[in-house]
């Protein structure tokens, strides 16, 4: 059985996770208001309390820009430094890892922009768009009978009607994870539950995270892998 727990748009607030010690942690983006050099030290000091074994890390626009709103590569070094880390290999989106029955993917939505007009939009682009379906691929060939799970993570919303928010080349991304992948998990939203965010478009699943900033006002988003059965459901905190 696997336990993921998602934890979304914390913007600063590193919540206390120890009551989830057998959980994977995905961290699904925002984890800091800007990723400035002292902010990444406040971020990488709460990763080292965490007692939990697996960390995922789905990078957010904030999480990439410094001082305020604007993109800046050397925040994308330290979140990716710290990646690597964690997950003991170089890091690179998208990211994959399959487990037993069990395939997990982990998109960069992070619009690479230094305009501030389009810094809280998303975009995944083709070449990491095309490595997905690949990864896919080549996972789903050495299933059989047919796997039942792929996951993707990414920060940004597909289904945003607000353009200041959204994820650029959604319809793309749709089309091509739609009836191929189970699930598709997002945050960047600040969603109070996800049960109001749940599509289903050909037999995918998409939920957005809710996003936690303080302690006891909202849930963090649980998805448990039990034998093939599924299981979403909120945990309150
Ligand atoms: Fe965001």
Redesign the pocket.
């Known amino acids: 059985m696997i336990k993921r727990l998602f934890i979304a ?1 914390t913007h600063g607030y590193y919540p206390d996770l120890s009551a989830f010690p057998n959980h994977e942690i995905v961290l699904m ?2 984890m800091m208001e800007h990723g400035s050099v002292a902010v990444y030290a406040q971020f990488e000091k709460w990763l080292c309390r965490l007692s939990q074994k697996k960390i995922h890390f789905v990078r ?3 999480d990439s820009g410094q001082y305020g709103n604007l993109y800046n590569p050397n925040s994308i070094i330290m979140w990716d430094n710290l990646a690597k880390v964690f997950v003991g290999h170089t890091f690179k989106y998208p990211w994959a890892e399959a487990g037993k029955n069990d395939l997990l993917i982990l998109l960069d939505s992070v619009c690479k922009t230094h305009s501030p007009h389009d810094f ?1 939009q ?1 975009l995944i682009g083709r070449e990491q768009q095309t490595e997905t379906l690949r990864m896919i691929g080549l996972y789903e060939a050495k299933q059989a009978p047919k796997h039942e799970r792929v996951t993707i993570c990414l ?2 919303d597909p289904f945003n009607s607000d353009t200041t ?1 959204l994820l650029k080349d959604a319809g793309e991304f749709i089309a091509n994870v739609a009836g191929l992948v189970n699930y598709v998990f997002y ?4 969603i109070d539950t996800v049960v109001d965010a749940h599509r289903c478009i050909d037999g995918t699943h998409f939920f957005a995270c809710p996003a936690v900033q303080e302690p006891g006002a909202k849930t963090w988003e649980q998805v448990i892998y039990d034998n093939g059965n599924v299981e979403v459901n909120l945990m309150k905190v």
């Open positions: 748009d983006g925002d957010g626009n904030h809280a998303g920060h940004h928010l945050g960047h939203t600040h």
